[in-house]
């Protein structure tokens, strides 16, 4: 009933920049906390970057100064400004969100994941 779905991935240059969306949908009576992971080849799943529902935020070191998350709880959506893109951000990226259903139980939710590669 509910779901993460994604958008704007894709290739980069380095140096260049790309906004992922998250949008959320279905019987939703509140989402609580958001985020981006991402797992590159042969590496494990990793935060990017988290926010509360009050706008709290907290990013990964490798991204801080490049990268910032926002929400818009008006319409559960969930964003990723990617700026100064190194290929070591190549990656599959999920969007997560802690989500309570409307007719169902506070849970974890995934997004379909979104590829950015970057690469001259």
């Not at 980069?12 to 609580?32: M, N």
């Not at 988290?50 to 969930?78: E, F, L, P, Q």
Request: aromatic share 10%; with cysteine; net charge positive.
């Amino acid at each position: 009933q509910v779901q993460l779905v994604e958008s704007g991935g894709g290739l980069v240059q380095p140096g260049g920049s790309l906004r992922l969306s998250c949008a959320a949908s279905g019987s939703i009576f509140s989402i609580y906390g958001m985020g981006w992971y991402r797992q590159a080849p042969g590496k494990q799943r990793e935060l990017v970057a988290a926010i509360t529902h009050g706008g709290s935020t907290n990013y990964a070191d490798s991204v801080k100064g490049r990268i910032t998350i926002s929400r818009d709880n008006a319409k559960n959506t969930v964003y990723l400004q990617m700026n100064s893109l190194k290929p070591e951000d190549t990656a599959v990226y999920y969007c997560n969100a802690d989500i309570w259903a409307l007719y169902g139980t506070k849970r974890d939710y995934w997004g379909q994941g979104t590829q950015v590669t970057v690469s001259s």
